[in-house]
């Protein structure tokens, strides 16, 4: 082909510029593009990867994985929270979705976490599955602070929390504090009692400092079981009484309904966790949600303020907008 000194493409440029305009444009097979520019198919194939390589042609994939991002911006302006969402076929099952999100949301958490910071963590199948893919990130004066107690009437949860948690400070650098009281006390009257401790008192002070929490949702609905109906933290009047409050998950074993209310809730009155104003004055509320059955958990926390970042898979993140248009 005729070349002209004053064209600042260089022959190889202008070549695959012409090579790519007929394959992606013109349609043209690699065969006849080869016969149009006198040249073999493999080096219009060479023509094609250089087209590509230095930017001449760009590709854009079209597929419905695309949808997430328009998820993204809707659920910001319907709810006002800073939406992630995963990309997960539908036809996935629970525990695979699970896996997904936890996953993403152990990357995007290391973009979160920083140097001097304090990082309430919440237990549960959710917390656990995302600790097992956290990415090394060094900090230095950072802190991890369990969210709730892990004890129960079967055991004393210092070892499922201590490995969850752990995981969580060797990734970050950072010093770990526990918190070994019950999940759920016996009686409010004991609670309070705890509360006075002075020991219990520091972890407490060390909650109102959080810059950030982490948590899944519980819920009574969820196909994979979150910790907290299962574990043997709830007994059966405790399940009847949460079933007539209208109650549809919790935060770190603090109980709301779908419309984000808490009030009259006898069993926070027992439980563990910062209550729904402690965890609302938190600046940065990360919830990590995989499953359309925690959709009504997610209303709910939604609707009680206590998420500023949602991770969420792509099916639930659908749903929840349907379930509000």
């Not at 990357?107 to 600790?131: E, Y």
């Not at 997610?298 to 929840?320: H, N």
């Amino acid at each position: 082909m005729a070349r002209t000194p004053s064209n600042p493409l260089t022959g190889k440029t202008r070549d695959a510029l012409t090579a790519a305009q007929l394959y992606y444009l013109q349609d043209l097979t690699m065969d006849a593009i080869a016969a149009e520019l006198h040249t073999s198919r493999s080096s219009v194939s060479r023509l094609l990867s250089h087209a590509r390589d230095t930017g001449l042609v760009s590709i854009r994939v079209s597929s419905p994985l695309d949808a997430p991002h328009q998820i993204e911006t809707d659920i910001n302006r319907r709810f006002g929270v800073v939406a992630h969402v995963v990309p997960v076929p539908d036809q996935s099952s629970d525990v695979d979705r699970l896996e997904r999100v936890a996953l993403t949301a152990a990357r995007i958490l290391g973009t979160f976490v920083d140097s001097n910071m304090s990082i309430g963590v919440a237990w549960g199948a959710t917390m656990t599955a995302v600790s097992r893919h956290l990415v090394t990130k060094h900090t230095h004066n950072s802190r991890i602070v369990q969210l709730n107690g892990a004890a129960n009437p079967r055991t004393t949860g210092l070892v499922y929390a201590s490995e969850l948690l752990q995981r969580f400070g060797t990734a970050y650098g950072a010093a770990v504090q526990q918190f070994a009281v019950p999940a759920l006390f016996d009686s409010a009257e004991t609670k309070r009692a705890m509360w006075r401790e002075r020991s219990v008192k520091r972890v407490l002070d060390m909650q109102r400092e959080m810059d950030m929490t982490v948590f899944g949702l519980g819920s009574p609905f969820a196909v994979v079981p979150s910790h907290v109906y299962v574990g043997g933290y709830l007994d059966e009047d405790d399940l009847q009484a949460m079933q007539a409050a209208g109650v549809v998950g919790d935060v770190a074993t603090v109980f709301y309904r779908e419309d984000g209310s808490d009030d009259g809730i006898e069993i926070n009155t027992r439980s563990s966790g910062p209550d729904l104003e402690v965890q609302r004055r938190v600046a940065r509320r990360v919830c990590i949600v995989a499953g359309e059955s925690k959709l009504q958990s997610l209303r709910g926390a939604l609707a009680a303020g206590l998420v500023t970042d949602l991770i969420v898979d792509a099916t639930t993140a659908r749903m929840l907008l349907d379930a509000s248009s």
